[in-house]
């Protein structure tokens, strides 16, 4: 596509993704909580460490293939889960998941989706699947019973979400959920055509107007509505006994989302959860929270044996080599992947994990190294303790 002829990075997708969507969808992609010092310092994280590369090693038989609770991968990245991601991209949600199955590497359904699970399962039966968990326990048991009935296999839960985070930014720029009809909102779609007739109202025509599909066991709210609320009620109850029951109910691999702190790891660990992605939700969440590269090597350590992965601030391959060398065993983006499937769908997904696989493994060369496995942090060097 002669879109994607001008796209080297994924740092690419961003302007024309922009183009492409009103203000109001695209400040959903893009912005961070309250004054954005958490989005700009997941990035800054990954300029503090410097690689030192090993010199004559033979580089010629490189895999980057990777293993993920009995799953062999091609690549150490996923595409993390992004709410709504139907609205920017026509059947979003198929379009990230299948061009994942397609290409090797895992993806995570979000919980905030507007197609119901039960059709992307059967459509890309690896993907992962992302829940915001109630706090009441029966409605946690009949989600978790939707999602295995649905045919996923690994179940992600995402804990940094107890209230509803600071609307400010989204508030700015006409944004809300659901969405509010106005004379701003119809203006922005009718000012952006393409979005309009290919996402929007072919998604109207062919499947109704999108609802909250996935967040809980029931249908939830539709996205366009002058008076329905999502649905937030009780999350503030959720502690580690919730976690527990929700060990005890799902019986296949359990992964913990938005961990920061070791000691957390460590409770989530005896708890039996399979693994963990070390993660302040891009910067959207709590501003101020550190970011995940600072915190990944205590975790790690703090928690042998435990699958930790990581997501918040990935841009580049050689992000993806830092994270790994500091011990992460898969990394994630949602950003960019989400960018790319606006720009050109599906197309522009295989791009831009084409993009980020063709970086790691030039500079899996690069580095002297043929193995993801030989990476650890003797590769890289922290540049302010120097």
């Known amino acids: ?44 994280a990954f300029g503090r460490y410097a690689f030192v590369p090993r010199m004559l090693e033979g580089v010629a038989r490189r895999s980057q293939q990777i293993e993920l609770f009995g799953q062999t991968y091609q690549s150490p990245f996923g595409i993390s889960p992004v709410g709504l991601a139907a609205m920017w991209c026509y059947r979003g949600d198929l379009v990230l998941a299948q061009a994942a199955q397609q290409l090797g590497i895992p993806a995570v359904m979000s919980g905030a989706s507007l197609i119901p699970m039960e059709e992307v399962a059967a459509a890309a039966p690896g993907t992962w699947f992302q829940a915001y968990m109630p706090g009441e326990p029966a409605r946690v048991e009949a989600l978790i019973a939707r999602i295995a009935q649905a045919g996923f296999k690994t179940l992600v839960v995402t804990v940094d979400l ?143 044996g435990l699958t930790v992965m990581m997501d918040s601030g990935i841009r580049r391959g050689s992000d993806v080599l830092k994270a790994l060398a500091l011990g992460a065993r898969c990394v994630f983006n949602g950003r960019s992947f989400n960018y790319a499937a606006t720009v050109a769908g599906p197309e522009g997904v295989r791009h831009a994990i084409q993009i980020l696989r063709s970086e790691v493994q030039r500079n899996m060369a690069l580095l002297g190294i043929n193995r993801l496995d030989e990476l650890d942090a003797a590769l890289v060097r922290d540049q302010r303790r120097d």
Do not use: C
Request: proline share 7%; charged share 25%.
């Open 162 to 304: 107890p209230v509803q985070v600071n609307p400010e930014r989204y508030l700015k720029n006409g944004f809300s959920t659901p969405l509010r009809p106005s004379l701003r909102l119809a203006w922005d779609g009718l000012s952006h055509p393409r979005w309009l007739a290919g996402t929007f109202l072919k998604t109207l025509a062919r499947h109704g107007m999108p609802h909250f599909e996935n967040w809980r066991a029931e249908r939830g709210a539709p996205i366009l509505a002058a008076r329905a609320e999502r649905d937030f009620q009780a999350r503030d109850h959720l502690d580690w006994t919730h976690l527990g029951v929700m060990r005890e109910l799902w019986k296949g691999p359990l992964v913990v989302k938005g961990i920061l702190r070791w000691q957390d790891a460590v409770k989530a660990q005896k708890l039996g959860v399979d693994g963990i992605i070390v993660s302040n939700h891009g910067g959207r969440q709590l501003d101020g929270a550190i970011s995940p590269l600072r915190v990944l090597p205590e975790i790690v350590q703090a928690a042998p």
């Open 1 to 44: 596509m002669s879109t994607l002829q001008h796209i080297h990075a994924l740092a690419d997708f961003e302007a024309p993704a922009r183009r492409r969507l009103p203000r109001q969808l695209f400040s959903y992609i893009s912005n961070g909580a309250d004054d954005e010092s958490s989005l700009r310092a997941n990035r800054a």
